[in-house]
C-alpha cells in the first residue's frame, strides 16, 4: 500500500490527468488536440452557471432525478444485519446511471459545436442513453458495440435502432467492450472533426475519467441529502458495482473524505478468479490501454487478455484509473462477484423486492450476502442499484430454462 | 550522437533522392518468414525499415494490420522475439536504419530501461509509439534519446502551427508525418494536400519528413516522395503477404517473393520521383 497518504482523495487528477500513477493521455497525436480543446471546453462549462442550470432542468424533467434512496425492508430482514437502502438509479430515464454523465457529455458536445456522436457500449446502457439525448438533440448517432453482445443484449439492440442511431456490431478481437472501444477510438481518429466520443465509464484518455465522473457525482451528492432525512446522519458504508466504475465513482465520490465510511466495489469474477474473469484489480496489474493508466488484464508480454462476465458491461479487462488509485492508497475496498453470485443475486432481489436489476447491478447485491449480515442493524449499507434488469430477462431465461431440462 | 538513420538521410540528401520505408509486422505470419522478409527489403530498395511490434489492441491501425498482429501473436511472436528478429538481421546488415513502431503497453511491461537497453544492443536505431504523444514524453522519449535511440514523432493534419513545436522538440531521426486523419490502409493522401503540409512542418524543423498511411501505389508513392524526404507504406506490403498465404495462414513459397517484388515496384517508383525540393 502506497505510505503517502493524500490529505484528500477528491482533490485528483492533477493538471496532466494523472491519480497517483494512474490516468494520463495515452493517445495517438491525431486525437491530442481534440482532446485539449475538450478539456479546455469542459472547464469553461464547468464555471459557467448558465451549464449547470441548463443541465439542472433536463436532470430533473426528462431524467427524472433525484432517483429515490429507498429502504430495502424484506431484503434486510432476510440478510439480518445492516439495514439496506438501494440507490434506485434503475428508476432514470433508459433505464441506469448512465444516462447522468451522457446528458452532460452532449450538452458539452453541443457548446464545442459537435454534430456528430459516437460511443461504445457493452450492455446497451450507454449506447441507450447516448440514442435517446441524441435524438432528443437532433444530432447524428453511431454505437459500436462488440457482436457477442448485439447478441446477448439484443432488446437494447432494438431501442437503440429505434432511436434511431446506427449500431456497428464489431467483428475484431474478443467481439465485446473493449473491441468496441478500439473501433470507436478509430472512428473517432478518422472523423475527428466533426465527432464527439461520448465515453460510457470512468475510463480513457483525461479529461474523461474526470468529467465522467463529475457528472455521476450526482448519485452521491443525492444520496447524502436522502440519508440526511431519511436518518439524520452520513450512511456506515457504500456498495457498488464496478465495470469501468463509472456508476462507483459516482456514489463514492462524495464520501471519498468522510473517513467513517466503508466503500465496497465489487468487480465481476466471472467463472472465478483463478478461471476466465473480469477483475482487473483483483486479477490483473498496472499498464496501459485506451488512453490510460490503469490495472488491466494482461499476459507477461503486455498483450491484453480477455475478460469474461456474464455481465455484458461488466466485460471488460480494465478499470478507470481512479479506482486502481482508490484501491492502491487503500480508501476503497474491491471485492468481486462471480457469474453464479450475480445470478442468484438477481433473482433474489426481484422475489423479495419486486425489482429485477440489471446483471451488472445483481454483483453488487450479490456482496450484501457477506457484508450485511456481519454488521449492526443500525449500520446504514447503501446499494447502487445502477441499472435495472430488462434488457437481461431473455438470456437469464434462457439459463434457468436451460438448467431446469 | 549520429544513428544510422541520421547517416541514412544524409546519405539520401548526397544523392539527391528520397527515402523509400517500408513497415511489415515483426512475426507475420511467423518469426522465420518475417526475418526473411525483413532480410529481402533492403535488396528491393528499402532504405529504411520499420517493424511493427504487435500488440493486441492497436488503436490507430486499420483491419489489415490488426490482423497482421493478431497473426504474429497466434504464431507466438512477442516484444522479446522481435528484438532477436533484429539481433538476426543486424548479423548482415549493419548499415539500414531498423525503426520499432507499435504500442506503448508491451514495452512499459517488459520494462522501459531494460528495454531501451536490449533494443540498442541488439541493433534497432529509432522508435515509433502511437500512443504517445508530446504530453508523456517523461515515459519513454526522454529516456530513449538518453538511450541513444531517435524517438520519431508522429505529426498529423490535426498538429496546427501552434502545436507543431511542442510535437517537434524531442523528435529525432525524422517526422513521420500522418498524412490522412484516420487509421492505417485507410483514404487516398493527396499528394497536393501532403506537399503542403510538408513545407509547413519544414519552417518548423531541419529534420528529414516521412509521409505515410494512404500510400499503396508506386505512382502514389512518387508523387509523395517529390515533395517529401521519405514515404511510408505498410498497408500494401502487408496485403501483399496475406495474399500469399495458404488457407490456414501459413507462409508459402511465394510469401517472401511477393513483399519483395511488391517493394521492388514502390521503390522504383519512389526513385522515379524528382529530386525533393529542399
Known sequence: ?405 | MTTRIDARFAELKKQGRSAFVTFVMAGDPDARTSLDIIKALPKAGADVIEIGMPFTDPMADGPSIQAAGLRALKGGMTLRKTLEMVRGFRKEDNATPLVLMGYYNPIYIYGVDKFLADAKAAGVDGLIIVDLPPEEDTELCIPAMKAGLNFIRLATPTTDDKRLPAVLANTSGFVYYVAVTGITGSAAADSKVVGEAVARIKRHTDLPICVGFGIRTPEAARAIAENANGSVVGTALVDALKGSLDAEGRATAKTVAAVADLASALAQGVRGARQAAE
Open chain 1, 1 to 405: 500500500m502506497n505510505q503517502n497518504l493524500p490529505n484528500s482523495y477528491r482533490s485528483g487528477p492533477d493538471e496532466r490527468g494523472h491519480f497517483g500513477i494512474f490516468g494520463g493521455r495515452f493517445v495517438a497525436e491525431t486525437l491530442m488536440p481534440l482532446i485539449l480543446d475538450l478539456e479546455k471546453a469542459y472547464v469553461e462549462a464547468k464555471a459557467d452557471p448558465s451549464f449547470q442550470a441548463e443541465m439542472n432542468v433536463y436532470l430533473k424533467d426528462y431524467v427524472g432525478r433525484p432517483s429515490p434512496l429507498y429502504f430495502a425492508e424484506r431484503l434486510t430482514e432476510h440478510l439480518g444485519g445492516a439495514k439496506i437502502y438501494l440507490k434506485r438509479e434503475e428508476l432514470n430515464h433508459t433505464g441506469s446511471h448512465k444516462v447522468n454523465n451522457v446528458l452532460g457529455q452532449i450538452m458539452v458536445a453541443r457548446r464545442m459545436g459537435k454534430k456528430r456522436i459516437i460511443a461504445e457500449t457493452g450492455a446497451g446502457q450507454h449506447g441507450v442513453a447516448t440514442a435517446t439525448l441524441c435524438a432528443r438533440f437532433g444530432l447524428e448517432c453511431v454505437v459500436y458495440m462488440g457482436a457477442v453482445d448485439v447478441e446477448r443484449q439484443q432488446p437494447n439492440v432494438i431501442r437503440m435502432e429505434m432511436l434511431g442511431a446506427k449500431v456497428i456490431p464489431v467483428q475484431s478481437g474478443a467481439r465485446t467492450l473493449k473491441d468496441a472501444m478500439n473501433d470507436a477510438l478509430r472512428d473517432w481518429v478518422t472523423n475527428v472533426h466533426n465527432t464527439f466520443y461520448c465515453i460510457g465509464t470512468v475510463a480513457g484518455p483525461h479529461p474523461y475519467p474526470m468529467m465522467v465522473r463529475d457528472f455521476q457525482s450526482i448519485i452521491g451528492h443525492e444520496t447524502r441529502q436522502q440519508m440526511q432525512q431519511a436518518e439524520g446522519r452520513l450512511p456506515d458504508s457504500l456498495v457498488a458495482c464496478i465495470g469501468g466504475g463509472s456508476n462507483a465513482m459516482g456514489l463514492f465520490h462524495p464520501f471519498l473524505d468522510d473517513p467513517s465510511v466503508e466503500i465496497f466495489g465489487v468487480e465481476a469474477a466471472g467463472h472465478g478468479l483463478t478461471q476466465l474473469h473480469a477483475a482487473s484489480l483483483a486479477g490483473g496489474r498496472p499498464g496501459v490501454l485506451h488512453g490510460n493508466r490503469t490495472y488491466l488484464l494482461m499476459d507477461d508480454d503486455g498483450q491484453i487478455e480477455e475478460a469474461h462476465s456474464i455481465s455484458a458491461g461488466l466485460d471488460y479487462p480494465g478499470i478507470g484509473p481512479e479506482h486502481a488509485w482508490l484501491h492502491e492508497t487503500g480508501r476503497v475496498t474491491y471485492l468481486s462477484a462471480t457469474d453464479e453470485e450475480a445470478l442468484a443475486a438477481f433473482q433474489l432481489l426481484s422475489r423479495l423486492e419486486g425489482i429485477i436489476p440489471a446483471l451488472e447491478s445483481a454483483h453488487a447485491i450479490a456482496k450484501l450476502s457477506e457484508l450485511a449480515p456481519q454488521r449492526p442493524k443500525d449500520h446504514l449499507m447503501v446499494v447502487n442499484l445502477s441499472g435495472r434488469g430488462d434488457k437481461d430477462v431473455p438470456q437469464v431465461g434462457d439459463i434457468l430454462k436451460g438448467r431446469k431440462k
